[in-house]
């Protein structure tokens, strides 16, 4: 492996900046996160450089770049291969902000790059496209420009003589101020994740899947290279968008039982890196088809802890898909934690002990799990949960998905399909209110239907108006005594039924899935030969 140079510590010029990237030749990497700060964060970061502030320094690593399209905040340059392109590893937000701003032109519509001084206030602003810069802002994709610059403030005969001075000292201060630039050179990247990992990050601080990608993207063609694009890869599997984070635990959680180690030498080159995106890709899949079919979970969206992937994908990396009475007790864990809690100590420390149970045999892995959880008390639903970010209102979502919802309509010919349950998850929020009501069964799931948004706008008044027959009535946990009582205006009478209903689905099937009170040792047909008949 190639040496890497010591780093070289130069200061570049922010029309040096723009320069490299109109010429092509400074790029983003596809793993770097998207662009984040806001408005305010670009008008503090043009202040700091008018006062003379420091803003951090910027890593870029110098190699090879492929011709293609350069992106870099609104611009798209079409550039040819460069042999020394300065990829960015750190400051990205900062070069975004500084390039986009300094380059904007009339058709920007990110008004974190319409940047202005203006001097009746004497402070940046950022300006929408629907609004006129007023006669005293100063737009900053001028002051790169002397020509350009002076002819602004030329056609502006009302500015006073301390607004021409402080115009000059904006333009001054961008025009003469320098970042510290670290350009690393060479091809062993071992040196450049180190200083990424010390270097203080001027800015929003990263999480910790996008420090990851940062130390641990692959560059060229090969794919999955990065969490984005196993991200994208895992999204074709029809289960939702997976979190970053999500993807980085189960990748980690894929090649050892510590999950929350330190990631920054997890790898031992660009081969080693690679072959872990394809393998965690390969268990993800694994992990969505088993919450698909075998644990009855259809969208990411309603898996109730989220550290369940990354322990399943440990497990599946480890064992296959699981089989008979493993994936029975796998069920069972899942469901059991869900309404349990799966993490009661922590989701770092549910994470790190999922992991570490899982290992040697199938079998016992699951059974360890299953040992993880909380002791099991009596458990009923909480049919007052309605949002996705609890774990009870994924449960109740569930719980009335296992009735296959079918569609409602005014036009009879129309009603009565199931509802597919990814495709719902998927077009949003899968609930619609039944009745105005503010009580807390009014509130909770008892007035809440199972429907793709905008399908009905008013489910009571259908109801009045339009009779359903037995099947799609039930598929919603309603029946005609409970449409007679909307009908008669009885409205708390009727959350009371649709109430008892709902809780008794969501209980029952929760049940049938965790199988509270069952024995989780070897099932007692195995002790049998093939063949043999019990009595």
């Given at each position: 492996?190639?040496?890497?140079?010591?780093?070289?510590?130069?200061?570049?010029s922010?029309?040096?900046?723009?320069?490299?990237?109109?010429?092509?030749?400074?790029?983003?990497?596809?793993?770097?996160?998207?662009?984040?700060?806001?408005?305010?964060?670009?008008?503090?970061?043009?202040?700091?450089?008018?006062?003379?502030?420091?803003?951090?320094?910027?890593?870029?690593?110098?190699?090879?770049?492929?011709?293609?399209?350069?992106?870099?905040?609104?611009?798209?340059?079409?550039?040819?291969?460069?042999?020394?392109?300065?990829?960015?590893?750190?400051?990205?937000?900062?070069?975004?902000?500084?390039?986009?701003?300094?380059?904007?032109?009339?058709?920007?519509?990110?008004?974190?790059?319409r940047?202005?001084?203006?001097?009746?206030?004497?402070?940046?602003?950022?300006?929408?496209?629907?609004?006129?810069?007023?006669?005293?802002?100063?737009?900053?994709?001028?002051?790169?420009?002397?020509?350009?610059?002076?002819a602004?403030?030329?056609?502006?005969t009302?500015?006073?003589?301390?607004?021409?001075?402080?115009?000059?000292?904006?333009?001054?201060?961008?025009?003469?101020?320098?970042?510290p630039?670290?350009?690393v050179?060479?091809?062993?990247?071992?040196?450049l994740?180190?200083?990424?990992?010390?270097?203080?990050?001027?800015?929003?601080?990263?999480?910790?899947?996008?420090?990851?990608?940062?130390?641990?993207?692959i560059?060229?063609e090969q794919?999955?290279?990065?969490?984005?694009?196993?991200?994208?890869?895992?999204?074709?599997?029809?289960?939702?968008?997976?979190?970053?984070?999500?993807?980085?635990?189960?990748?980690?959680?894929?090649?050892?039982?510590?999950?929350?180690?330190?990631?920054?030498?997890?790898?031992?080159?660009?081969?080693?890196?690679?072959?872990?995106?394809?393998?965690?890709e390969?268990?993800l899949?694994?992990?969505?088809?088993?919450?698909?079919?075998?644990?009855?979970?259809?969208?990411?969206?309603?898996?109730?802890?989220?550290?369940?992937?990354?322990i399943?994908?440990?497990?599946?990396?480890?064992?296959?898909p699981?089989?008979?009475?493993?994936?029975?007790?796998?069920?069972?864990?899942?469901?059991?934690?869900?309404v349990?809690?799966?993490?009661?100590?922590?989701?770092?420390?549910?994470?790190?002990?999922?992991?570490?149970?899982?290992?040697?045999?199938?079998?016992?892995?699951?059974?360890?799990l299953?040992?993880?959880?909380?002791?099991?008390?009596?458990?009923?639903?909480?049919?007052?949960?309605?949002?996705?970010?609890r774990?009870?209102?994924?449960?109740?979502?569930?719980?009335?998905?296992?009735?296959?919802p079918?569609?409602?309509?005014?036009?009879?010919?129309?009603?009565g399909?199931?509802?597919?349950?990814?495709?719902?998850?998927?077009?949003?929020?899968?609930?619609?209110?039944?009745?105005?009501?503010?009580?807390?069964?009014?509130?909770?799931m008892?007035?809440?239907?199972?429907?793709?948004?905008?399908?009905?706008?008013?489910?009571?008044?259908?109801?009045?108006?339009?009779?359903?027959?037995?099947?799609?009535?039930?598929?919603?946990?309603?029946?005609?005594?409970?449409?007679?009582?909307?009908?008669?205006?009885?409205?708390?009478?009727?959350?009371?039924?649709?109430?008892?209903?709902?809780?008794?689905?969501?209980?029952?099937?929760?049940?049938?899935?965790?199988?509270?009170?069952?024995?989780?040792?070897?099932?007692?047909?195995?002790?049998?030969?093939?063949?043999?008949e019990?009595?």
């Amino acid at each position: 492996m190639a040496a890497m140079n010591r780093p070289k510590v130069d200061s570049i010029s922010l029309s040096d900046l723009v320069e490299l990237a109109l010429s092509g030749r400074m790029r983003v990497p596809s793993f770097q996160r998207s662009y984040r700060w806001e408005r305010n964060d670009v008008t503090q970061l043009f202040d700091s450089i008018l006062r003379g502030y420091p803003i951090g320094n910027v890593l870029v690593w110098q190699r090879p770049a492929a011709a293609g399209t350069v992106l870099i905040g609104h611009l798209q340059i079409q550039s040819e291969a460069v042999g020394d392109a300065c990829w960015v590893v750190d400051g990205q937000q900062r070069i975004t902000s500084l390039v986009g701003a300094l380059t904007a032109t009339s058709d920007t519509v990110d008004p974190r790059f319409r940047i202005y001084f203006d001097l009746a206030h004497d402070k940046f602003i950022s300006l929408p496209r629907t609004r006129e810069p007023g006669r005293d802002q100063l737009p900053m994709s001028l002051v790169l420009d002397t020509a350009r610059t002076n002819a602004w403030i030329r056609a502006r005969t009302h500015l006073s003589d301390e607004q021409i001075a402080l115009a000059d000292q904006v333009v001054a201060a961008v025009r003469d101020y320098k970042i510290p630039m670290y350009t690393v050179t060479g091809e062993n990247d071992h040196a450049l994740r180190d200083i990424f990992d010390r270097m203080n990050t001027f800015g929003k601080p990263l999480k910790s899947a996008e420090v990851f990608n940062a130390l641990h993207s692959i560059s060229g063609e090969q794919k999955p290279g990065d969490l984005r694009m196993l991200g994208t890869s895992v999204r074709t599997f029809g289960f939702g968008e997976l979190p970053e984070q999500t993807l980085m635990q189960s990748l980690l959680a894929i090649r050892g039982a510590k999950v929350d180690r330190d990631f920054r030498n997890e790898f031992v080159d660009d081969g080693d890196r690679h072959a872990a995106f394809i393998r965690t890709e390969m268990a993800l899949g694994h992990v969505i088809d088993y919450l698909r079919d075998d644990a009855g979970i259809p969208h990411v969206k309603l898996v109730p802890y989220a550290l369940f992937i990354p322990i399943l994908a440990r497990f599946m990396a480890t064992f296959g898909p699981p089989r008979g009475r493993a994936a029975e007790l796998l069920r069972r864990w899942i469901w059991r934690g869900a309404v349990l809690g799966v993490a009661p100590q922590g989701n770092t420390v549910g994470l790190r002990q999922g992991a570490a149970a899982v290992h040697t045999d199938a079998l016992a892995s699951a059974q360890r799990l299953i040992k993880l959880l909380p002791v099991a008390a009596p458990w009923r639903p909480d049919v007052s949960q309605t949002r996705l970010n609890r774990a009870q209102a994924k449960v109740n979502i569930l719980g009335l998905l296992s009735r296959i919802p079918r569609h409602l309509s005014a036009d009879p010919d129309s009603s009565g399909e199931p509802i597919d349950a990814a495709q719902l998850l998927e077009a949003g929020g899968p609930l619609t209110t039944i009745v105005d009501d503010r009580s807390a069964l009014g509130g909770g799931m008892a007035n809440r239907l199972i429907l793709p948004p905008g399908e009905v706008d008013d489910p009571a008044t259908l109801f009045l108006s339009q009779d359903f027959d037995e099947r799609v009535l039930a598929s919603h946990c309603l029946d005609a005594e409970s449409i007679a009582l909307l009908r008669n205006g009885r409205k708390a009478s009727f959350l009371e039924r649709r109430a008892k209903e709902v809780e008794a689905v969501i209980y029952d099937h929760v049940q049938s899935r965790a199988l509270f009170g069952f024995p989780d040792g070897l099932d007692v047909t195995t002790l049998f030969d093939e063949g043999e008949e019990l009595d």
